[in-house]
């Protein structure tokens, strides 16, 4: 056997600055470093929409017909507003449930996903069995003020024909006129006096239209009679006519990626490296 005739030492120096140059090209990809490129457009205004949903006992009566099959007035309105929530991507959307209690079930969000499958969990008695609609107006006012440049809308659904809480809803939309928010109101169920077919063991009483009417003015808003699915439809759309709100704008620009140059720059030295050797040894 020829003795091995060892690298000179320039070699040795030159193939261990090849490996620390390709472990540091390898160590900076995979940060993913990036080039910012043009900036994007600032998006486009956006609206605040506050629901407050009524969930009492009564949301349980079967007065409305959807596809045409009997639907309770809570199947009904769940059905409309996970229609409504996926038509107005882009824009914040928050929701408020009500009886007795009100209780914040989803904050402004974007997200129309989330919103959706919150109003999965909606049942009725879920705060309670009666509606307190002046406590409802009152946390979404105190929502409100954690943003108090933003102009939210309020929409208030609710079949009440009176309130049992402890805050007026007259004083608590005269608090929401106060900060320039309106309240747009939209009764549900039948504003007759009686109601034909299964109550369910209720005692039916048809929805206050008067004081719904007295609450919207108050903020110069409207109220809409929900009469029919189509007519929740119609007022859901109308709404979201009103105004907007600009955008949080933060700066977006466009991102190129760098990695691959990198990579590139880190392996191209071995590779010459190790193809000299052969050349080398040959």
């Known amino acids: ?31 993913q470093p990036v080039q910012r490129g043009a900036k994007l457009p600032d998006l486009p205004p956006e609206r605040d929409i506050l629901l407050l949903v009524d969930v009492s006992i009564s949301m349980t009566l079967t007065d409305y017909t959807l596809d045409g099959q009997p639907r309770s007035r809570m199947e009904v309105l769940k059905t409309l507003l996970h229609d409504f929530a996926n038509r107005l991507q882009g824009e914040r959307l928050g929701m408020i449930v009500f009886a ?22 909606l049942t009725p008695t879920l705060a309670g069995r009666v509606s307190a609609v002046g406590d409802a107006i009152t946390l979404a006012l ?30 608590a939309a005269a608090l929401a006129a106060e900060s320039k928010i309106p309240l747009y109101t939209i009764a549900i169920g039948s504003t007759a006096a009686t109601m034909t077919g299964d109550t369910g063991g209720l005692v039916y009483q048809p929805v206050n239209l008067a004081l719904l009417q007295a609450l919207s003015e108050r903020t110069g808003a409207k109220t809409y009679q929900a009469g029919d699915a189509q007519a929740v439809e119609q007022a859901l759309a109308d709404i979201t006519r009103q105004h907007q ?32 050797q052969r050349r080398a040894n040959t």
Not at 5 to 29: G, I, S
Not at 254 to 273: N, V
Request: charged fraction near 20%; glycine fraction near 2%.
């Open 1 to 31: 056997m020829l003795p091995t005739t060892p690298e000179p030492q320039w070699q040795r120096h030159l193939q261990r600055a090849v490996f620390a140059w390709l472990w540091l090209c390898l160590t900076v990809a995979i940060a």
């Open 100 to 121: 007795e209690n009100p209780y914040l079930l989803v904050p402004l969000t974007r997200d129309p996903t989330l919103v959706q499958s919150q109003l999965q969990r």
């Open 142 to 171: 105190k929502e409100a003020g954690k943003q108090p440049q933003r102009k939210p809308i309020f929409v208030l659904f609710t079949d009440a024909d009176e309130s049992i809480g402890r805050v007026d809803p007259e004083a």
């Open 245 to 276: 709100n600009a955008a949080e704008q933060i700066s977006r620009y466009e991102q190129q990626p760098l990695y691959h140059w990198l990579l590139l720059a880190g392996l191209l030295p071995l590779m010459l490296w190790q193809l000299w």
